[in-house]
């Protein structure tokens, strides 16, 4: 199953591309969180892509879709992969069918998952991710069970750089702008299946599963 999680800031791509990753044993790729531990880990990417995530832009397309091409070529993607945060913009989207042409691989779904913009603000603004192994909880509508701690690896949760208020309202405008026209780009290859991401995190999982499948 090869899939892409599409969704603006704080639509639950990472939480649901999680839940789905687990049930049909494929990884979960999520140019985000890539892109953090490069980040955190202080290597060449990381120190170039620092800026542009910082101020929520988009960092450049030839860094990301390197480190994509790269990833998906990796054993573990043989199965299938769930896409997170990538494409991002048409120019990636047309980058990942050269990618996949060349790996022999298509594209099976592409599931939107539509959150209205007041509920994005709320979510994004709550959320804690885990340091150890990226799971994302929030304060008030999915707080882990010890405060501070991860669920499912005991890390230690954080609030990220980019959810500030300044950030927040960068990275909505830059989705509407870049992103959202790849929902006509995979509604026209007849991929696009949208999801409401309103409601308990379970209902949506079940609705996404649905998705994938009609
Ligand atoms: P990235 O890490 O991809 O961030 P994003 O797209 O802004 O998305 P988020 O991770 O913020 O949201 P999400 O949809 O995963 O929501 P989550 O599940 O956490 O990108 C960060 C930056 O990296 C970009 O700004 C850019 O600079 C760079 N970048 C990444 N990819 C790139 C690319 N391809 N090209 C160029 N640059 C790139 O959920 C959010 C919150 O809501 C959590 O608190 C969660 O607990 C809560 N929640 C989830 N579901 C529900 C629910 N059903 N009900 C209530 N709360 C819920
Ligand atoms: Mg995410
Ligand atoms: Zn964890």
Redesign the pocket.
């Known amino acids: 199953m090869n899939l892409i999680f599409l969704?603006a800031?704080?639509?639950?791509?990472?939480?649901q591309a999680q839940r789905i990753a687990e049930k049909y044993a494929i990884p979960q790729v999520?140019?985000?969180?890539i892109?953090r531990r490069n980040v955190r880990e202080g290597t060449e990417l990381g120190r170039r892509a620092r800026e542009?995530?910082d101020r929520?832009?988009?960092?450049p397309d030839e860094l990301?879709v390197a480190m994509v091409a790269e990833r998906l070529g990796e054993p573990d993607c043989a199965q299938g992969f769930i896409l997170?945060?990538?494409?991002?913009n048409i120019s990636?989207a047309e980058a990942l069918e050269r990618t996949l042409g060349s790996l022999g691989r298509e594209l099976d779904r592409v599931i939107g998952i539509e959150v209205d913009s007041e509920e994005l603000v709320k979510?994004?603004s709550?959320?804690r991710v885990c340091r150890s192994c990226g799971a994302?909880?929030?304060v008030v509508?999915?707080p882990s069970k010890a405060e501070g701690l991860c669920d499912r690896c005991g890390g230690e949760t954080y609030q990220r750089d980019?959810d500030k208020e300044e950030t927040i309202k960068a990275?909505l405008a830059v989705y509407e702008r870049e992103t959202l026209p790849l929902v006509e780009y995979y509604r026209g290859k007849g991929l696009y299946r949208a999801v409401n991401?309103v409601?308990?995190?379970d209902a949506?999982t079940r609705a996404v599963v649905d998705a994938i499948g009609r």
């Open positions: 969704g800031p704080g639509a639950g791509k990472g939480t999520s140019t985000g969180d892109l542009y995530m929520g832009a988009l960092v990301v997170d945060g990538f494409p991002r990636q979510r994004l709550g959320r994302s909880y929030h509508y999915n980019d990275r991401g409601g308990d995190v949506v």
